[in-house]
């Protein structure tokens, strides 16, 4: 199994999450709606779950964007380069996400650890679950840029 397929694998279960996720986001805000206007009443719980959903669906999004390349880029410099500067262009761009990346896994496990003993006010869920989103992600997106970069090694176009 190719380091590609395990990234395409892994892209499919976060975008099926990403849909469950934003399915029961939508259901959970639409429920607070109703509770709140119509029967007077709030859940306590709902603005709070719907945040973290939202955190989750975020950062889970943003390595399902990355995979399908569909993050914001500077086109017209790079069409002006020659080929050989178009293909290390792509190299460092790579070079550089996984930096960011290790940096995500790095002080996201940090932070989740910070937060260890903290626990959400409605839901009493501990923070640590929900932080460690970041980590996670940053791992995923590793996994996506390692395989974006090992294939920009083993072409000979220039498309990044």
């Known amino acids: 199994m190719t380091l590609f397929s395990i990234s395409d694998r892994i892209n499919r279960v976060v975008e099926y999450l990403l849909f469950g996720m934003g399915f029961a986001m939508t259901m959970v805000v639409a429920v607070q ?56 262009s792509c190299i460092l761009t790579h070079i550089a996400s ?11 496990c940090r932070f ?13 869920v501990p923070k640590w679950i929900i932080m460690s989103v970041i980590p996670v992600s940053g791992v995923i997106l ?9 294939a920009e090694l083993k072409k000979d176009s220039h498309d990044c």
């Open 33 to 88: 709606v109703f509770f709140r206007y119509m029967l007077n009443h709030s859940l306590f719980w709902s603005e709070e779950l719907a945040r973290f959903l939202l955190v989750w669906l975020t950062f889970l999004g943003a390595s399902s964007a990355y995979y399908r390349k569909a993050n914001p880029g500077v086109d017209f410099l790079y069409e002006k380069l020659s080929r050989p500067l178009k293909k290390l």
């Open 98 to 108: 996984m930096a960011l990346f290790f940096v995500m896994i790095f002080y996201g």
């Open 112 to 124: 989740a650890w910070f937060v260890r003993m903290q626990i959400s006010p409605a839901m009493q």
């Open 142 to 150: 590793m996994i996506h840029g390692a395989g974006f970069f090992y």
